[in-house]
């Protein structure tokens, strides 16, 4: 289990929604930036960030994620923003394929579509090894982290101990656009989670 010497919070943030006219698997596809909806998502979960004191954002490659960052860093006084491959989307061969795939107990994990695609456990493991690099480089600092569905559904699973089966993924509370999954180290062996649906909190509180 992660342990940080002191208190170490991450806030592990999905992207906003995306333009995806086709409505696509768009996996690690080049292009697929924000859509409309998705700019004002973003800039509602940076006014929600901006009252903390975040000391850097990291965020995946992928263009949805980088705008997302962009966009909350506008609103950060003091963050910088950095690229991190730990962070990116899943690497699968369904990218492509139309979203209608997408029911019933689905996955891209059981039976993978072709041979490199990422398991649960190399998810799980790229995702480990960033908290293990914020570990190192900002022990006692505040991280956001711009991220995938799958990827922080993941961690969350292997944070709490569960079995990195279909069917935890899919009991998991799984990230909503713009969610924030709270991670809090320290010197003990428990992290700290906890979740907000960003989107959802602004709404009802209006």
């Known amino acids: 289990m992660l342990t940080a010497p002191v208190r170490t919070m991450i806030l592990m943030v999905r992207h906003a929604e995306v ?105 799980l493991r790229r995702m480990t090894n960033f908290l293990s690099l914020v570990i190192k480089r900002h022990a006692g600092e505040e991280v956001i982290a711009v991220s995938h569905a799958d990827p922080i559904a993941i961690l969350r699973l292997g944070l709490e101990g569960k079995p990195l089966t279909v069917e935890n993924l899919h009991s998991v509370v799984y990230p909503e656009r713009v969610s924030i999954n709270q991670i809090v180290l320290g010197p003990d062996h428990v992290p700290q989670l906890t979740y907000f649906d960003v989107v959802r909190s602004m709404e009802t509180a209006a």
Do not use: C, W
Request: hydrophobic content about 35%; overall charge positive.
């Open 19 to 123: 333009h995806n006219p086709k409505d696509i698997v768009y996996g690690r596809l080049p292009g697929f930036g924000l859509s409309p909806r998705g700019e004002i998502q973003a800039e509602r979960v940076a006014r929600f960030l901006s009252a903390r004191n975040a000391d850097v954002i990291y965020t995946s490659p992928l263009l949805r994620a980088r705008q997302t960052a962009s966009v909350i860093a506008g609103q950060s006084n003091t963050a910088t923003v950095r690229r991190s491959k730990s962070l990116i989307e899943v690497l699968t061969g369904y990218q492509g394929s139309p979203n209608s795939i997408l029911v019933g107990g689905f996955s891209f994990y059981t039976p993978v579509k072709r041979e490199g695609d990422e398991s649960m456990d190399d998810v």
